[in-house]
């Protein structure tokens, strides 16, 4: 990727993300949600979630049956 490329996720992030990113030098740049959009990015991870357990199916996540 090249210096000056952009990449969006609009994902929420966890741990220590933004520092694992600027410490490959580049640059990390978040903001931190209301509590309204909080609890709607929330609802939308634990939808997304629930859908990859759904899809798994009866052995779970990453096993084989």
């Keep these: 990727m090249s210096q000056g490329q952009r990449i969006v996720h609009g994902k ?6 933004p520092e694992i ?3 490959a ?5 978040v903001r931190v949600l209301d509590e309204a959009e909080l609890a709607s990015a929330l609802t939308a991870k634990l939808a ?8 798994a199916g ?3 996540p990453g096993k084989v049956g």
């Design 12 to 17: 929420l992030i966890r741990d220590r993300i």
């Design 58 to 60: 009866p052995q779970g």
């Design 25 to 29: 030098g580049r640059t990390a740049t």
């Design 48 to 55: 997304e979630k629930a859908e990859e357990l759904r899809q």
């Design 21 to 23: 990113i600027e410490a």
